[in-house]
C-alpha cells in the first residue's frame, strides 16, 4: 500500500466517524447533542476533508 492510499484511508476514516457522530447527534434532542455535533462531528469531517485534499494534492507533485 502507498503513502497516498494510506492517507486517503485515514481520511475516509476520519469523514465517516464524523458523519456517524453527527447522524447520532440527530437522534437525541438536547443541547449537549448540538455541542458534539459542532465540536465533534464538524472538526471530524474538515480535517478528513483536508487530509484527502492535502494527499491528492502532494500525491500529484510527487509523480
Excluded: D
Amino acid at each position: 500500500m502507498t503513502s497516498i492510499e494510506r492517507k486517503i484511508r485515514w481520511a475516509s476514516i476520519l469523514t465517516g466517524c464524523g458523519l456517524l457522530v453527527q447522524l447520532g447527534t440527530f437522534l437525541v434532542v438536547s443541547p449537549l447533542a448540538f455541542i458534539a455535533f459542532l465540536g465533534v462531528g464538524c472538526p471530524l469531517v474538515i480535517a478528513g476533508v483536508l487530509l484527502y485534499l492535502i494527499s491528492l494534492l502532494k500525491g500529484t507533485t510527487a509523480e
